[in-house]
């Protein structure tokens, strides 16, 4: 497989608005910076890094809301137990926590998203079950219209990329962690494996072999959250 330079815009552009303030937040408190002195600067980041576009055919008042909450390099943390800068840090469920608090105090639609390296060099509780529970865990943030990877969905709020750890263990793997089936040591959490219920897509990690993308280049969820019918919701 090769990887074009597209694959670090991509990720860059992902991991800009999210983890650029996490990581000067926490490099400051371990510099003993007053977080308050921060505001500023993370403001001008956050300004810095917006991207806005808008189709000729706008008209006032057909506006939409739409935050894109990123993640990346969750590395199958599911446990909490670290600290840093002396403050608790990680695991699954305080994560969610902070997606789902997000989510309900914005007034538009919202869509997360994981931008690679969710799974590979994890703790064991994640690495001996083949980092199925952390697949799981963006399985529990999809809403009931998530289903089954496909190129077409809707109705569903969550959609991830790939990062350079999704391959240790080579090709075959994460295609088995997304798209289901049983490991040679499974099963583990279900049998079969049912794998993803959201998209991964990669439009610049080809396979050398065909000269196609390994996954689906793209997704489509054309549908406002707000509007999807009761079933489909979160």
């Known amino acids: 497989m090769r990887r074009s330079l597209l694959h670090s815009l991509l990720v860059s552009c992902l991991w800009l608005a999210d983890g650029a303030a996490a990581l000067a937040e926490e490099g400051a408190a371990c510099r003993g910076i007053d977080e308050g002195d921060l505001a500023p600067a993370l403001r001008s980041a956050a300004d810095a890094s917006r991207v806005s576009w808008r189709s ?19 590395h199958g943390r599911l446990s909490t137990g670290l600290t840093v800068a002396g403050r608790p840090v990680g695991g699954a469920a305080v ?9 309900a105090a914005f007034l538009g639609d919202s869509f997360v998203v994981h ?7 994890s703790p064991p509780d994640s690495a001996l079950l083949q980092d199925e529970p952390a697949i799981d865990v963006i399985n529990l943030l999809a809403c ?23 391959f240790d263990e080579g090709v075959g793997e994460p295609k088995r962690l997304l ?5 040679p040591r499974g099963p583990f959490l279900e049998s079969p494996w049912q794998g993803a219920r959201y998209d991964t897509i990669s439009a610049n990690v080809v396979d050398e072999a065909t000269g196609e993308p ?17 079933s489909a919701r979160c």
């Open 56 to 74: 000729p055919r706008w008209r006032r008042g057909h506006d939409r809301r739409v935050q894109i909450l990123s993640i990346n390099d969750f």
């Open 95 to 103: 994560l969610a926590s902070y997606l789902r608090a997000e989510e």
């Open 115 to 121: 931008a690679g390296d969710h799974v590979g060099a």
């Open 144 to 166: 009931r219209g998530c289903r089954a990877p496909r190129a077409y969905q809707p109705f569903c709020n969550v959609i991830g990329t790939l990062g350079n750890h999704e």
């Open 179 to 183: 798209h289901g089936g049983n490991h």
């Open 214 to 230: 390994l996954l689906a280049p793209t997704s489509c969820a054309p549908s406002a959250a707000s509007a999807w019918p009761s």
